[in-house]
């Protein structure tokens, strides 16, 4: 049988839910950067902030997503601040790479095209900004995974846009795609596309109707999606966010629903790869 993929959790923290009852058969985490790792932080609250995330028990973390949020932090546009930019991307790298993570997500909104800034301008920035973000992947030994989101107001909107620039615009292997299929289907966009380059792809995220796994009517596209990874020998991470959503009617258990979630993407996984 080919090697599978792994499963991934995606989480962050929120009022109520315990973090430590992730499931620990989970294969691996993933964090999000400006949530969890906060690079504005002092070195002394983020020794702290570690200690609380090592009191989880988590998987390995292997994966981060959210890389830019809150403080005006952007990347292109005419409120680019650059010495922010290199400050936030320098900790963040660091303080990333000190608690085991290997591909760093970034999202494609923080790309948007600007009302009244210049398009070639917009995409000089994305370019100068990229390629930091290689800088400091090839230091710490990291891939950076950059996510389309179907937005016609972002530079890279499709999955094949974020290939192109990747490949064209910055050129260097530390820097490839992410898959989510949330916008996979609201571009319209076909998931074979990940096993055109499969080596491209870093990362894929999935979510349910409700944005978890085994809630709404999502096994043929799971079933679909894991053939397609599979037969493209796809081994990387899988994330998958849950935990959010009762699935029993009452109170949200926060253990027991990501426990939930793992059990029904392992048994799709088992019997797409048992073929």
């Keep these: 049988m080919k090697e599978p ?35 504005f932080e002092s070195a002394a609250n983020w020794s702290a902030q570690r200690r609380v995330i090592e009191s989880w028990n988590l998987p390995p973390i292997k994966a981060a ?10 990347p292109v546009g005419s409120g680019v601040d650059w010495d922010q930019l290199e400050f936030w991307t320098d900790r963040a790298f660091a303080r990333l ?14 790309f948007k095209l600007e009302d009244g800034f210049s398009t070639t301008k917009t995409m000089d920035q994305a370019i100068r900004f990229v390629d ?6 090839d230091k710490y ?8 989101i179907a937005d016609p107001h972002t530079l890279w909107p499709l999955y094949r846009d974020g290939l ?22 609201r571009g319209n966009q076909p998931f074979e596309l990940i096993a055109e380059d499969p080596d491209y792809c870093l990362h894929v995220h999935i979510a349910g109707e409700q944005a978890q796994p085994g809630v709404g009517e999502m096994d043929d596209t799971f079933v679909h999606l894991f053939r ?3 037969d493209c020998g796809y081994t990387r991470g899988v994330s998958a966010a849950c935990g959010w959503v009762s699935t029993d009617g009452g109170p949200v258990d926060f253990g027991k629903e990501n426990a939930k979630s793992l059990a029904y993407l392992k048994d799709i996984r088992a019997k ?3 073929e």
């Design 228 to 230: 397609i990874l599979r």
């Design 164 to 185: 192109k620039f990747a490949k064209e615009e910055i050129g260097r292997p530390s820097i490839r795609v992410m898959a989510d299929i949330d916008y996979f289907f």
């Design 141 to 148: 030994g990291m891939l950076v995974a950059l996510e389309p």
């Design 272 to 274: 797409v790869y048992a």
């Design 97 to 110: 790479a000190g608690v085991g993570v290997e591909v760093v997500g970034v999202y494609g909104g923080f």
């Design 132 to 137: 930091r973000m290689a800088d400091y992947a």
């Design 5 to 39: 993929f792994k499963l991934c959790i995606l989480f962050e923290e929120a009022p109520g839910r315990d973090l430590a009852q992730i499931s620990p058969d989970w294969e691996m985490a993933e964090i999000p950067v400006a949530l969890m790792v906060k690079p």
């Design 65 to 74: 997503s959210h890389f830019l949020q809150f403080w005006g932090l952007t």
